[in-house]
């Protein structure tokens, strides 16, 4: 059985991303997934050892995680659609073409992380959840790293990615120490771009809200009907949804972001997207 995996360790155990070789499967046992060296790989029989008897409950008592067993599902209504997936191509195009590495912080299941790998010599993708990277295990491309591990824990290269992502992680984090955190990882011209949830600001963001309730609907009949007579994804929400570690009282409001990053990452720009989500994207001054 391969070596059980620290809960808050990077795959090699805790080894530095910058030399990080990871355990690799071993082709010769039954079951064993065949993945090449150098991609991080969680057994199954780990995993089920780590889902705690706390019915699911993150580790550090936000949020929940449904899990293999006692996890409480979230129920999926056929007009639910996936509104991180709505903003990947945004996301996306604020990548410049040519990257070599690239940071996906809180990677979940590696629907972005498979979408960065097109556009990246090498996708780092880093999630604390062991569920969420095993399903990541599965459906990422070799080009991507998976690592196990809290993002504000464990060493990143100094200036070693040409661009950070999130996908709805950040408001995971405390802002004051992540940011700089990423900052410094980031190298000098690099891009830091980012979509989390935002505290709900009322009155101030009123219409932007009433607008999210209405068109959520529209949109959400739309794709249902799109996917019924044209056949596609179109947003709809991956198996592992369910399973996704949330947050749903996010601390901050875009306005409260806003200052933490102007303070922070001078020259960045935050706005409010209306799906939920704030957008955050910094260009780190070239030196
Ligand atoms: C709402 S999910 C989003 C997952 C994925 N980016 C997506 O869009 O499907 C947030 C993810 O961030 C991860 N996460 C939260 N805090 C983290 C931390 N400190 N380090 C690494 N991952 C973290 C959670 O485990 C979870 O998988």
Request: aromatic content about 6%; some cysteine.
């Amino acid at each position: 059985m391969i070596g059980r995996l620290p809960h808050n360790g990077f795959c090699a155990r805790g080894t530095p991303l910058s030399s990080h070789r990871s355990t690799a499967a071993d082709p010769s046992r039954p079951g064993s997934p065949r993945r090449s060296p150098g991609r991080c790989w969680v057994s199954p029989v780990v995993l089920c050892a780590d889902l705690g008897a706390d019915g699911g409950r993150a580790p550090d008592g936000r949020g929940s995680r449904a899990g293999a067993r006692g996890g409480r599902l979230r129920p999926v209504s056929a007009l639910d659609w996936d509104h991180n997936a709505f903003y990947h191509r945004l996301l996306l195009r604020q990548l410049p073409d040519g990257l070599r590495r690239v940071l996906d912080v809180g990677c979940g299941a590696g629907v972005f992380a498979s979408k960065l790998a097109a556009r990246a010599e090498k996708v780092d993708a880093v999630d604390k959840s062991p569920e969420m990277i095993a399903a990541a295990y599965d459906t990422t491309p070799d080009n991507v790293t998976l690592l196990l591990g809290d993002v504000l824990k464990e060493p990143l290269p100094e200036a070693g990615y040409d661009a950070i992502v999130s996908v709805t992680a950040l408001h995971h984090l405390p802002l004051e120490m992540a940011l700089p955190v990423l900052a410094r990882a980031l190298r000098p011209g690099g891009v830091l771009v980012a979509v989390a949830l935002p505290r709900t600001d009322l009155p101030r963001e009123l219409p932007v809200e009433l607008l999210a309730l209405i068109s959520q609907r529209l949109f959400g009949l739309t794709f249902a009907l799109l996917r019924k007579f044209n056949g596609g994804n179109w947003f709809a929400h991956e198996p592992t949804h369910s399973a996704m570690p949330v947050l749903l009282d996010p601390p901050l409001a875009t306005r409260q972001v806003r200052e933490y990053a102007a303070a922070l990452l001078p020259g960045a720009q935050v706005r409010r997207l209306v799906f939920w989500r704030y957008f955050l994207l910094w260009h780190k001054p070239s030196d």
